[in-house]
């Protein structure tokens, strides 16, 4: 999936990945993709509680080797 800006958050905990999503998204437009990339197991719940939150989509979840990806799509 195309992403029109990416956030590398691996390494941080919980509430440091969420809030960096929350910035990120400020600065984009409506319908833009973010790719969110993690480390942080809790993430994973975190993402889909901030997306039914906010109104945001959540288009997809995946983890492959200890990394999740999150593509999520500005309301």
Known sequence: MQADKELDVRGMSCPLPILKTK???AD???????????TDGGS????????????????SVAQEGG????FLRKK
Request: charged share 20%.
């Open 23 to 25: 910035k990120s998204l």
């Open 28 to 38: 984009m437009g409506s319908g833009q993709v973010l790719r969110i990339i993690s």
């Open 44 to 59: 994973v719940g975190d993402m889909r509680a901030f997306s039914k939150q906010t109104g945001h989509e959540l288009i």
């Open 67 to 70: 990394e999740y990806t999150f």
